[in-house]
């Protein structure tokens, strides 16, 4: 079990890894470049770039135990077919008119290249906040028999908390790691995490990256 709050996860004693995924939240350029989108509407970007070693270390230790490995990335088609009128509007309000900012056909929409990303690995593309949104996500968990899934990436309280929430609402186990999320507002950020743990885990579990990784080690020694 994973050392946990409000409870250790999972809450069953169960972890089995072949029943696991770790989903790596939209760590793309545009999130964590000096020049990329969230930069340009005035956040700094650096708290997000300070998790990626923790992810980096959470990624192989979820690969070395047999976790799938899922990515996410977020960003309209090219010719912003899927932008509806409200989109285009906070996007032209965002001073992003004429720049390819948060486009698939742009540099920034790609995964940064400090995380390795295998070719094993599932990337899925997304519009909105929320990994279920539109996507084939929850196809490819239930195709793969996924019940559990560990959270890490950004931001914290946007598309990692939409897509925790959507998880829980389809009924998989949950687990957020507090130090392998981040978003540029401090303040949302502890926010989005006490939600997890408040009414004795609404949302889940709550750990530290540490946790998980002894967690998961313990896994690989036990299967040798």
């Known amino acids: 079990m994973i050392k946990a709050t409000p409870f250790d996860f999972p809450y069953d004693g169960r972890l089995v890894p072949q029943h696991t995924a770790l989903l790596v939240i939209d760590l793309q350029e545009d999130f964590l ?3 990329g989108y969230f930069a340009r509407k005035g ?3 650096s708290p997000l770039r300070a998790i990626l070693p923790a992810v ?12 799938t490995i899922v990515h996410t990335r977020q960003g309209y088609r090219a010719d912003m077919a899927d932008m509806t009128p409200y989109e285009k509007w906070r996007h032209k309000r965002a001073g ?3 720049t390819d900012i948060l486009l698939r056909s742009s540099p920034g929409f790609q995964i940064v290249s400090d995380i390795e990303v295998a070719p094993e690995d599932i990337v899925v593309d997304k519009t909105c906040n929320g990994a279920f949104t539109y996507t084939d996500l929850e196809l490819v968990l239930r195709a793969r028999s996924i019940t559990h899934l560990l959270f890490a990436g950004c ?11 959507e998880a829980c609402d389809r009924n998989f ?8 999320c981040a978003s540029g507002d401090l303040k949302a950020h502890e926010a989005a995490l006490h939600m997890v743990t408040v009414e004795d885990g609404v949302f889940g579990a709550l750990a530290e ?3 998980v990784i002894a967690a998961l080690s313990g896994l690989v020694t036990a299967a040798n």
């Open 56 to 67: 980096n270390r959470l990624i192989a230790a979820a690969r070395a135990a047999g976790l």
């Open 173 to 180: 186990q949950c687990l957020t790691i507090a130090d392998a």
């Open 43 to 45: 956040y700094d970007p």
């Open 33 to 35: 470049s000096p020049t």
């Open 209 to 211: 990256s540490e946790a």
């Open 96 to 98: 992003l008119d004429g």
């Open 155 to 165: 931001t914290t309280d946007v598309c990692v908390h939409t897509t925790l929430r």
